[in-house]
């Protein structure tokens, strides 16, 4: 039987989760010092993981500057015409930032949200945190389009180009997240670029190692605590 690498070397990381949940225990009557350790541990697995998988993968301490290098990368490959979709919008923080950078290899945007936070508990956050009142944020871009309500509905309407396209994953949740990327995953084309928000937590991670990396030959962008982003071979 096949084995998947990807799967493999995060198991390889069993070690540092072990020492690191000693210490979880040894502090387990402190609730926010077990949570911050719990933590830890996550962001340790994720690094170490990245480490194995790709071996000097540029590391950046802000996703800030990890969009820098994403900017930076999308202009070298095509001056124009990229189509832009951001799945998990909440208030606009990452939107805005990348209209209102200078922007012209920038075709459309389209973000997606219910904009009335999360659907279900994630994390140490409850039920509809992110809530922006059902209202997507006052951003004016004339390349901007939004997409209110369950992404399970709303990208079926959408009609995928075969323009370069770069991929915001910020859903947080698995099924959400999965149904995006089944929608796309025949339209990628080479140089597209993909980027999690949350690629250290396990929801994100299940399908970067389940469905994206054994199916796709991609390279690494760089990495942050928290994130990651690639680009299609």
Known sequence: MKTNKFRDADASTGLSRAVLAILVRLFSKSKIAQRRLE????????L????????G????????KLWKQMQYTATEVCGGGWDCYEFGVAH????????EAPSGYIRS??????FSGLPTNWRDLDEGHFDNEGVPPEIKDKRLCWHVGNVEETLRSVNLTNNPKILFFDLDLYDPTLFVWNKFKDSLISQDIIYFDEAF????????????LPKLKVKILGHT????ALQIL
Not at 48 to 55: A, D, G, K, S
Not at 92 to 99: A, E, H, P, R, V
């Open 109 to 114: 945007w389209n973000g997606f949200d219910r």
């Open 201 to 212: 937590d396990g929801d994100e991670r299940k399908i970067l190692i389940e469905e994206v």
């Open 92 to 99: 606009g923080y990452l939107t805005n930032k990348w209209l």
């Open 48 to 55: 170490t993981w990245v480490q194995h998988n790709f071996p």
């Open 57 to 64: 993968a540029r590391f950046y301490r802000t996703r800030e």
């Open 39 to 46: 933590i830890l541990v996550e962001h340790v697995d994720f």
């Open 225 to 228: 605590p928290y994130a990651l």
